[in-house]
């Protein structure tokens, strides 16, 4: 009855906002919550310079559509599907991910929505406040065990709720600010960390 | 945010201790709780029956290995996880059920464990009672639309905390006892229903 809640960007693949800044030129695109940290204003952000850019959602497919998993994240999660029941818990949006997904063939995943309109994207609906740590509480109140990894503040609540987190390749401000978890660096450190707590 | 709740056995995969009961000749094996209503007295006629012909984990395994997906799940379940989040919801253990995962690209399964020891199944451990649908109302209360699927009675309390949720190819009983939910025959139905209801 083990559950195992991963993070998608940074650690199983990239950032998906950066890579459309990448793809694009558009700066304001790539920024995040560390240099916005209300997500609204963020999103009003990316959205006015989508407007201005002529960006649509159709072109932003087309970037994500070229996007690849980070090397060794499908066989890391081929192996964590054998030993546990994988839940991939996003801030990102279904409408963003699901190519990616199929790359995967197909995790669970719980993230979020667009609202798209006419090509533009014109909002976003999230599921519910602080999503990741009630999907564990959610799962632990089912009698199951959860494990789980992430690489940012998004995550902390998860990692916390766990029953045992681990953060993945994190930022360094990251790790300051939170220096009670554990980290792990690459796959093969949240392998053997994984079973080392599972086992127990 | 939908996700679909599916049973696994007699919807995916046939009914794996009447494999088990046919692949060895014990007809107690395949007894179910239509024989015994009892679940626990059922699962110690089952035990006792492999103690008396000397059935072991292993053989069980052997038997299993060769057990693959009804025609058109694998198809049915490919469709599925490209427009909703799939959660198997079952009442076997993952020590039968995790090859056949395998042969479906691992898709999100809960259920129980068996105790073995020593190739001899000494017990299980069953996560909750009623688990099928403390899961559905777990999903419900963050703020997830869920629909179901199931052949059986365990299903009944999965497919009416669901938002929508549909008998799958059920047994006649089934039907007579539980008239208002809606039947579906086959996964071409089940398809069409679904896509039916996560419009509306």
Redo the contacts between chains.
């Keep these: 009855?083990q559950i195992l809640c991963l993070d998608l960007e940074g650690v199983l693949v990239p950032e998906l906002w950066m890579e459309i800044s990448k793809a694009t030129g558009v700066d304001e695109i790539g920024l995040t919550t560390r240099d916005i940290p209300n997500y609204d204003e963020l999103m009003k952000l990316r959205r006015a310079a989508m407007d201005r850019h002529v960006i649509g959602y159709r072109q932003i497919k087309d970037v994500l559509a070229s996007v690849v998993p980070f090397d060794g994240a499908d066989d890391f999660l081929?192996w964590a599907?054998?030993q546990f029941?994988?839940?991939i818990l996003s801030d990102t949006f279904y409408e963003f991910a699901?190519p990616l997904m199929?790359k995967l063939?197909?995790?669970?995943?719980?993230c979020?929505?667009l609202v798209i309109e006419q090509d533009r994207i014109v909002g976003y609906?999230r599921?519910?406040t602080d999503?990741k740590t009630?999907?564990v509480q959610?799962?632990r109140?089912?009698?199951?065990t959860v494990y789980a990894s992430g690489d940012s503040y998004n995550d902390v609540g998860m990692l916390q709720s766990a029953n045992s987190g681990f953060f993945f390749n994190p930022p360094s401000h990251v790790v300051e600010d939170y220096p009670d978890i554990p980290v792990v660096w690459n796959f093969d450190e949240l392998q053997s960390n994984l079973q080392r707590v599972a086992r127990t």
């Design positions: 009855m081929n599907r054998s029941q994988v839940a699901m199929r063939s197909y995790p669970f995943l719980l979020h929505h609906r599921r519910q999503p009630k999907v959610a799962l109140s089912l009698e199951l």
